[in-house]
């Protein structure tokens, strides 16, 4: 299939190129930008002006609940709703059931996904069996399967001997260990940020140190044991300064943030609307201003759905009874361009923090937009509004944006060269 | 469903009547004053030889209690019975993990069989409101107690306690006394007090049983109670459960009660009339000496009477606001062109 995309406005956060282009796309790659390779006859023309055409978006977090949660989200539903986030590539939490520790689960989960073909999905593994913080798993197995990284979720190790053995084994394959530093001990039973909100509703606290002891903690120990490290999920400003200290100090450490961290804060809970549960909390605006700037520097290179899709039952409860998460990975762009209105980002940057940044982060063949990579672009229209919920394809519709009138909408995802999502 | 509209709370009507009471926060002091003085009327009823007015008569209150209740509950019962109301009491257990189902399913079908309202405790932080606002919003909800969010009929009746002991609030200094963390209790009363006008509130006890940014309620803080207890009209004690000694919040209780409990010597640097009291049950030589609580100082069983007429005040003026808003609600239905 080859196809023309004419007068796209083409951002590469990777390059740097941002101008208008035609796009030239053969055999499932890009074949040229700008002039037409030697006797290319396009089968179709994607009349593309006035629109942008960015690469296709990379979300480090996606949970597709398959196998295991099926009520849930299935492989096919959650990432044909990634599709019309503009999303190409996605990587899947080890949190289904059974857990994501064995190469079976890894290759059913990729057999799934081809199947569906929506996006492509990159698993990340269970640093431990069954996330139990005791056991390492198989992670070369893992990753000879398609693996690319492991983390352990919220779960905690048993040990900090046990966490610091499991590093320094993955250190051991040059392999990436995704981190979500949160103490259990300092958030056992808590729902909310601990602070005034939290205090008001009569929810119990997850105090900052929740995250920042442990992210403490793991940083001594990635630092010892030498290994990749990406800390996922990022909470507060506090432990964002952290991440930037210790790059500072040269550790090969990235780091993403949930969407919603950056747009949302504790105040949501004032009516315990059970849309706003989410785990790590959300924490204060001087937080939320502080992951914004993390996000501008670079310190955080990398922006995330954190995609959590769940049946209606699951929300629907009093709050602390209640399972966390918000579905959101079919907003993504829109819910993301609506920090370039409000003027916290500019639109490259917000772009690379949503490709070649979580790409890179871990290590992903994916977030570039030139000749010779892979066709997986987004094209969307800048001046055109996206009502949220307006169609909806996640089986998950816990998300608190719904009915909120957002900037820009998705035309056109295409993957490996062929359209994956239409508008 | 219907959404919680932004601009009008969602335990008002639209003519801004209660027609749920969830909490007291967003409630005016007009209302709140209203409240007293229905309850200060319903006073009388209950020294009359028939205890009985007809405000509810035909109407059905369900309490439905998802977390044991001696004293609410049998007080909630007697104010919808005292109001000729029909009453139902359902002792809920709560099994951990479908909590959320049990709540739901559970609501929803006493409102098949026709209640009118429901008083509800739980043991979620937002219960009240969850089912207000998801489960039955047609049936006037009475929160009686959820989580350590909001205990509000608790707070009013500890309003009517000051109020007819001690006039009013305008040149009230109260002490709220313990264990604040875990209380719904003191979280209404903070706000009630702020509300009716009280220019000293004053809240004592170690940092482990304070919650974060308590300065949000125009509270003073005190960790120690000589200094907390000087020169108060009222005093709150709180009640201190005996778990809070294995999370390592305390110590222990003997460590507690000398550091924070109220005896004779102590209550003796308030002022020579202040009140003492305590929302109950009441622990003997944990929080408070048996002379402060059975004392000439002490309302603690005035505030179990004012406890009926408290809620038989909530009871019908929520009833009546619900009552309404259904009309409005179907009049202007009816209005709509087909």
């Given at each position: 299939m ?9 951002i ?13 796309l053969?055999?499932g ?25 960015a ?24 990432t ?70 492991f983390?352990?979720?919220l779960?905690?190790f ?14 051991t ?10 103490d259990a001990a ?10 005034p909100m ?13 995250e920042t002891?442990?992210?403490?903690r793991?940083?001594l ?10 800390f ?11 991440i ?6 040269g ?10 961290q950056?747009i ?25 201003d502080g ?11 990398a922006?995330?759905?954190h ?9 629907l409860?009093?709050?602390?009874a ?14 993301a ?5 409000e ?5 490259p ?12 982060a871990?290590?992903l063949?994916a ?8 066709a997986d ?7 055109a509004?996206t ?5 909806w ?21 295409l ?9 | 469903?219907t ?9 008002l ?6 027609r ?13 004053t209203?409240?007293?003085?229905t ?7 209950g020294?009359?030889a ?16 998802f ?26 257990s ?10 739901f ?10 209640a009118?309202?429901?008083v ?22 009475i ?16 309003m ?14 109260v ?25 000293d509130?004053?809240?004592i ?10 300065e949000?309620?125009g ?7 000589a200094?907390?207890?000087r ?7 709180l ?22 409990g ?21 622990n003997?030589g ?10 000439a ?12 007429a408290?809620r ?8 009546s ?18």
């Open positions: 080859r196809i023309r995309i004419l007068g796209a406005r083409v590469d956060p990777a390059s740097g190129l941002d101008q208008v282009a035609d796009l030239y053969a055999d790659r890009i074949a040229a930008v700008g002039t037409a390779p030697a006797a290319f006859e396009a089968e179709q023309t994607l009349d593309a002006r006035g629109l942008i055409a690469p296709g978006l990379v979300d480090l977090s996606v949970a597709l609940r398959e196998p295991g949660y099926s009520r849930k989200g299935n492989i096919a539903s959650e044909r709703a990634a599709a019309a986030g503009g999303v190409t590539s996605l990587c899947c939490p080890p949190l289904t059931k059974p857990v994501l520790d064995t190469p079976a689960v890894a290759e059913l989960i990729l057999d799934r996904a081809r199947e569906a073909g929506h996006a492509k999905v990159f698993p990340v593994g269970a640093l431990s069996r069954e996330l139990a913080g005791e056991q390492l798993a198989e992670l070369v197995a893992l990753r000879d399967t398609g693996c690319v990284a983390g352990n979720g779960a905690s048993a040990s900090h001997r046990n966490l610091r053995r499991a590093l320094e084994y993955a250190a394959f040059d392999l990436t260990v995704v981190f979500h530093s949160q300092l958030a056992e039973d808590g729902l909310a940020h601990e602070g939290a205090s008001f509703l009569g929810l119990a606290g997850i105090p900052e140190t929740a002891v442990a992210l403490a793991d940083l120990l990635v630092e010892q044991a030498g290994v990749r490290a990406h996922s999920q990022l909470s507060s400003a506090r432990g964002a300064q952290m930037a200290e210790a790059q500072a100090r550790l090969p450490v990235t780091a993403d943030v949930a969407l919603y950056l949302l804060t504790d105040e949501a809970l004032a009516d315990f609307s059970s849309l706003y549960h989410v785990q790590p909390p959300l924490r204060s605006r001087a937080d939320r992951l914004r700037e993390a996000v501008k520097n670079g310190t955080i290179q922006i995330a759905s995609h959590q899709p769940h049946e209606p039952d699951a929300k409860a009093p709050f602390g209640t399972e966390p998460g918000i579905s959101s990975v079919e907003l993504l762009l829109p819910l361009l609506s920090l370039v209105q003027g916290v980002l500019d639109l940057t917000l772009l690379a923090r949503l490709t070649h940044g979580p790409a890179q871990l290590r063949p977030g570039r937009l030139a000749a010779g990579a892979p672009l987004v094209l969307f229209d800048p001046q509004a009502l949220a919920g307006e169609h394809l996640s089986k998950g519709r816990n998300c608190p944006f719904i009915g909120h009138v957002l900037p820009g909408a998705v035309r056109y995802t993957l490996d060269g062929r359209i994956s999502y239409q508008a | 469903m959404p919680n509209d932004a601009k009008r709370p969602l335990q009507n639209d003519q801004g009547q209660l749920h009471f969830l909490s007291l926060d967003g409630l005016s002091r007009e209302l709140l209203e409240i007293l003085d309850a200060d009327s319903f006073l009388e009823v020294t009359r028939v205890k009985k007015v007809p405000l509810l008569r035909g109407k059905t209150v369900c309490n439905v209690f977390e044991n209740s001696t004293r609410t509950r049998t007080t909630f019962e007697m104010a919808a019975q005292r109001l000729s109301a029909d009453v139902i009491t359902l002792n809920v709560t099994s951990s993990t479908s909590k959320g189902e049990t709540l399913d559970t609501l929803r079908n006493l409102e098949a069989m026709a009118d309202m429901f509800v405790r739980h043991a979620d932080s937002g219960a009240a409101h969850f089912i207000a606002e998801h489960v039955c919003p047609d049936v006037a909800v929160n009686g107690g959820d989580g350590r969010h909001a205990h509000p009929t608790q707070g009013m009746l500890d009517l306690t000051i109020r007819r002991h001690k006039g009013g609030f305008e040149n009230l200094s002490a709220i006394v313990g264990d604040v963390l875990h209380s719904r209790v003191a979280r209404s009363d903070m706000l009630a007090l702020r509300t009716l006008g009280c220019p509130i004053r809240v006890g170690p940092k482990t049983l304070l919650p974060a940014s308590l949000q309620y509270v003073r803080v005190f960790h120690d109670l200094e907390g207890l020169d108060v009209d009222v005093v709150i004690m009640r201190l459960q005996r778990e809070r000694m294995q999370g390592g919040l305390l110590p222990s209780q003997g460590e507690f009660y000398r550091l924070y109220l005896n004779t010597t102590r209550l003796a640097l308030a002022k020579p009339d202040a009140i003492v009291m305590h929302p109950g049950p009441i003997r944990v929080e408070i000496e048996s002379a402060v609580a059975d004392g100082q002490s309302v603690i069983l005035n505030q179990v009477t004012y406890g009926i408290v038989m005040a909530v009871l019908s003026m929520a009833m606001g619900q009552t309404a808003q259904r009309q409005l609600t179907s009049e202007s239905a009816s209005e709509e062109p087909n």
